[in-house]
T-cell receptor, first 112, second 111 residues
């Protein structure tokens, strides 16, 4: 059974650019959540999508956005990148709101 | 004050020891509690998932939830060097599905 797949694994961008990260959830999972992980702040919730609708949003600026497609695949976009956006971005999928979350290996974004 | 507090460690134990990892939380609406293990440069891996108070055992791992004290624990018996990783507690409940994580405890099991 395939796990949660995130692409790309590594990314280097310069300040001011934008970036799009992709997440393919486990087959049948309709909930997809995104997290930012940094050494200083730990894992912080970005947003959650369920059946193409954003259900929850964390305390991140509007530069961070996402969407979910009809096949449950999700993308996250960060515009006008800042040095502080360098982090491991993790995607997690779940069958529903009362099930455990399975994480992908993440996309490590470095902003220079 | 953070919603979930976790001692960051590091915690170093000899092989075969019993490890106790703990988290406290402040939001009484939390009902679903999880423990994740994260190896370096990998995503978190779900170890244990419990609902409300009580104990749950899976092999060498036991998860305990005490909602009255807002305290959760993970016990690892007969610890192995391969258990060396960061352990994260996580929880959610109430009106939101936001999974809130502790900062993680770095565990090193010495052979």
């Amino acid at each position: 059974k395939a796990g949660v797949t995130q692409t790309p694994r590594y990314l280097i961008k310069t300040r001011g650019q934008q970036v799009t990260l992709s997440c393919s959830p486990i087959s049948g999972h309709r909930s997809v959540s995104w997290y930012q992980q940094t050494p200083g702040q730990g894992l912080q919730f970005l947003f959650e999508y369920f059946s193409e609708t954003q259900r929850n949003k964390g305390n991140f600026p509007g530069r961070f956005s996402g969407r979910q497609f009809s096949n449950s695949r999700s993308e996250m976009n960060v515009s006008t990148l800042e040095l502080g956006d360098s982090a491991l971005y993790l995607c997690a999928s779940s069958l529903g709101s009362r099930d455990g979350y399975t994480f992908g290996s993440g996309t490590r974004l470095t902003v220079v | 004050q953070k919603e979930v507090e976790q001692d960051p460690g590091p915690l170093s134990v000899p092989e075969g020891a019993i490890v106790s990892l703990n988290c406290t939380y402040s939001n009484s609406a939390f009902q679903y509690f999880m423990w994740y293990r994260q190896y370096s440069r990998k995503g978190p891996e779900l170890l244990m998932y419990t609902y409300s108070s009580g104990n749950k055992e899976d092999g060498r791992f036991t998860a305990q939830v005490d909602k009255s004290s807002k305290y959760i624990s993970l016990f690892i018996r007969d610890s192995q060097p391969s258990d060396s990783a960061t352990y994260l507690c996580a929880m959610y409940g109430g009106a939101t599905n936001k999974l809130i994580f502790g900062t993680g405890t770095l565990l090193a099991v010495q052979p």
